[in-house]
C-alpha cells in the first residue's frame, strides 16, 4: 500500500459573514501552503499581519470556544475552522481574517465546507505522517468528562453527550473521512443550554448570536429557527469540536477517541496529552544521523570480513570510524529475532550474552578491516567487567562501540559499550584472538 500524502487547497477561497462572540463582521479566506506548513491563521487586519499556528501550545482560554494566542494577538472559535480541514483531509492551510474570530455562519462547520470545496484540494509530494495510537490514552477531569483514546487502525470518534441534570443525553459514533465529515458532521449546529446564556451576555460573548446560528435549549425544549437536522445533532456537534481541538496536538491520528461529557477544556487537555505523547514516542526513537562517507560500511560490506550469518551476524551496518582503533556498529533489534521466541515470552527481551556477540564483533571489524588482517577470524577468548544496565527490547536501535585498547601479536584487547538512546544498556572489556 503506498503512504498517504499531504494535501492543501488547490486556489483561495473567501467566506464573510458575522462572527459568534464579538458580533463583528469579518471575511475569512482560505489559502494554500506548502508541505509540512500545517494549519495557520493570520491576522490580516494587524499591522504586521502576524501568524498564530494551529498548536496546543498556543492555546490561551477554552470557555465555549477554543482561543489561541501569539502574545497579545489572539484568534477566537478556531475549532470550526480546523475541524473542517481536518475533516475534509487538509493538512495544509493558511487562514486570513480581517478580525480576531471567524464568522459563525450556520454555528456548523458547513460553510467551511463548502469553502474548501470551492477552494478544492490537492495533493502533494510529501508523505502524511500520522500517530498511530498504541496504547490507550485516558483524561478524567473534576467536571466528569472522560476522553479515552484506544487503538484502531482508523480515525473513529464515538461520543456520549451528556447535559445539566442528564437532559439531552444523546450518543452518536463514526469513523471520520472527508465523506462521512460531510454528510454526518458538518452541518451539526453548535447549540447552549437557555441557563447558559444569560452569564455568556453577561461577559460581553455572543453578540453575535441568534437562533440562527445556534441552537438554544430551554428545559426539554428546543429553541430554533428550524427543526434538529439529526436526531443526535447536539452529539454530532461535540464530535466536530473534538476533531478540530485534537488536532491542535499537531498531528492526525489513527485510534478511536471515546468521549463522555466532553468540553473545549478537556478536548485541548487531551490534544496536549497526545502531543507529550508523540513527542515521548519520538524520543525513544531518535532521528540518526547515518554517515555515508569513507569508512562506513553497509551489510554486505560486514559480511565481507564478518565470518558470521543468520541468525547470529549481531551488526546490520558500520557507521563510523575514528582512527584506526574506535569502531562504531548499528543493530536494528526488531521483533522477528529468533531469539525473542523464548526470551521471553510476553516480554522480550535481547539476551545480555548477544549485547556481547555484538560488541566482539564491532570489535574484530576494527582490527580485521586492517590489510594484513583480512581473510582472518577473531576469536573471542574472554569478557572482563561485564555489565548490563538496561534491557534491550524490540524496536530499539542498539549501536556498538568498540575501541581497540591494545594487540599483542594476534590478540586483541578492547573496551566495548552498547548503547540505547544515549544510554548504556551493556558493557565489557573483551579479549580476542585473529586466526587464519
Known sequence: MSALKQKTLAASATITGTSLHTGEQVTLTMKPAPANHG???????????????????????????????????????????????????VDNAIIEMDANEPPIGD???????????????????????????????????????????????????????????????????????????????????????????????????????????????KGDSVMSKESLRHKEEFARHKILDIIGDLMLSGKRIMGHVIAVKPGHGPNTEMAEKLAKTFAQTMSMVPSVNIPTGEGVMDNVEVQKVLPHRYPFLMVDRIVGFEGEFKCTGVKQVTINEPFFQGHFPGHPVMPGVLQVEAMAQVASITLLRQPENQGKIGYFMSADKVKFRKPVMPGDTLFIESEILKVRRNIGYAKCRCVVNGETTSEAELKFALMV
Open 107 to 217: 454555528g456548523s462547520a458547513a460553510p467551511f465546507v463548502d469553502c474548501i470545496k470551492k477552494a478544492g484540494i490537492e495533493e502533494q509530494d510529501a508523505v502524511l505522517s500520522v500517530f498511530e495510537v498504541r496504547e490507550p490514552i485516558h483524561l478524567e477531569t473534576r467536571g466528569g468528562s472522560l476522553i479515552t483514546i484506544v487503538p484502531d487502525k482508523s480515525f473513529r470518534v464515538s461520543c456520549t453527550q451528556v447535559g445539566p441534570d442528564g437532559r439531552m443525553t444523546q450518543f452518536y459514533s463514526t469513523e471520520v473521512n472527508p465523506e462521512t465529515y460531510e454528510k454526518e458532521i458538518a452541518d451539526a449546529r453548535t447549540f447552549v443550554f437557555y441557563e447558559d446564556v444569560e452569564p455568556l451576555l453577561e461577559k460581553g460573548l455572543i453578540k453575535g448570536g441568534s437562533l440562527e446560528n445556534a441552537i438554544v435549549i
Open 39 to 89: 494549519i495557520k491563521f493570520r491576522r490580516v487586519d494587524l499591522d504586521d499581519q502576524p501568524f498564530i499556528d494551529a498548536h496546543v501550545s498556543k492555546v490561551q482560554t477554552v470557555e465555549r470556544a477554543t482561543t489561541l494566542a501569539e502574545g497579545s494577538v489572539k484568534v477566537h472559535t478556531v475549532e470550526h475552522v480546523i475541524s473542517a480541514l481536518v475533516g475534509m483531509g
